[in-house]
């Protein structure tokens, strides 16, 4: 199975920071890399897909970057709403694995 | 609109079984591939199974094959998991979701297996 491994765990934030959360494979998965957030209660949500494709409807402060084993989440101008739990997954091949999620907190 | 909605969660016995539902509308379930994504009290997120558009492709995570059966029914706009055997660790919400890459979350629908 292909490990996903994201850090930092945890990080604290102010609102307007930028902010980057890394993910990183056990072997290389192309481009096959999806972000999503996740607040409490609810579904996750798609943010970023094929490493770098912003899905519709997603600000465009978040961004995505990476192909092979190394990929990067940033978001831009941190907003009060992007305070969630934010997770990795690779889609190259099955089973589909998740990384561990980095909780985003407000400083 | 993409709409999941799912159901079927509720409180069984280790070694019970359950069968969940995802119902689809406002896009042509029969074109997309579906997944299972399951997440546990306080804990990540864990892939559980997947199933091509026609149905023709399956896969499961070892954790749950030989126990779980994914399904759908492409004239119902459905998507179904059969559980059986449940053990205390498949205590989760249970998630459908659409795509390979997971575009659209249904609201999930908890599983709670406990005596």
């Known amino acids: 199975d292909i490990q996903m491994t994201q850090s930092p765990s945890s990080l604290s934030a102010s609102v307007g920071d930028t902010v980057t959360i890394t993910c990183r494979a056990s072997?290389?998965?192309?481009?096959?890399l999806n972000w999503y957030q996740q607040k409490p209660g609810k579904a996750p949500k798609l943010l970023i897909y094929?490493?770098?494709s912003l899905q519709s409807g997603v600000p465009s402060r978040f961004s995505g970057s990476g192909s092979g084993t190394d990929f990067t989440l940033t978001i831009s101008s941190l907003q009060p709403e992007d305070f969630a739990t934010y997770y990795c997954q690779q889609s190259y091949s099955t089973p589909w694995t998740f990384g561990q999620g980095t909780k985003v907190e407000i400083k | 609109e993409v709409q999941l909605v799912e159901s079927g969660g509720g409180l069984v016995q280790p070694g019970g079984s359950l069968r969940l539902s995802c119902a689809a509308s406002g896009f042509t379930f029969s074109s997309y591939e579906m997944n299972w994504v399951r997440q546990a009290p306080g804990k990540g997120l864990e892939w559980v199974s997947y199933i091509s558009s026609s149905g023709s492709t399956i896969y499961y995570a070892d954790s749950v094959k030989g126990r779980f059966t994914i399904s759908r029914d492409n004239a119902k706009n459905s998507l179904y998991l059969q559980m059986n055997s449940l053990r205390a660790e498949d205590t989760a919400v249970y998630y459908c979701?659409?795509?390979?890459?997971?575009?659209?979350w249904g609201q999930g629908t908890l599983v709670t297996v406990s005596s």
């Open positions: 094929a490493a770098s």
């Open positions: 072997l290389s998965i192309s481009s096959y």
């Open positions: 979701a659409r795509d390979r890459s997971c575009d659209y």
